[in-house]
């Protein structure tokens, strides 16, 4: 785990007329004091093959209110 909630490295400038593309994958789930959390790995690409930028993202995608109500009522909280 990183030390902190979100790390991006720079890997390079985009420049002039380019197009750029994310790409990503959940990487992790799981569950802390109640909050459901989800861990994000993203690469931003130019013109599909230059990597600009390589992200890592933690995130609350359920905070513990509604996992809670969710837990309850059946309705789970996947992603």
Do not use: H, I, N, T
């Given at each position: 785990m990183a030390k902190s909630p979100s790390e991006?490295?720079?890997r390079a400038f985009s420049r002039g007329s380019v197009t750029n593309s994310r790409r990503g994958t959940v990487i992790g789930k799981y569950e802390k004091k109640g909050h459901r959390f989800v861990e994000l790995d993203a690469l931003v690409v130019a013109n599909g093959k230059t990597p600009l930028a390589h992200c890592w993202h933690i995130a609350i995608y359920q905070?513990?209110?509604?996992?809670?109500?969710?837990?309850?009522?059946?309705?789970g909280g996947s992603i």
């Open positions: 991006c490295v720079l905070p513990r209110e509604q996992a809670k109500f969710d837990d309850r009522s059946g309705r």
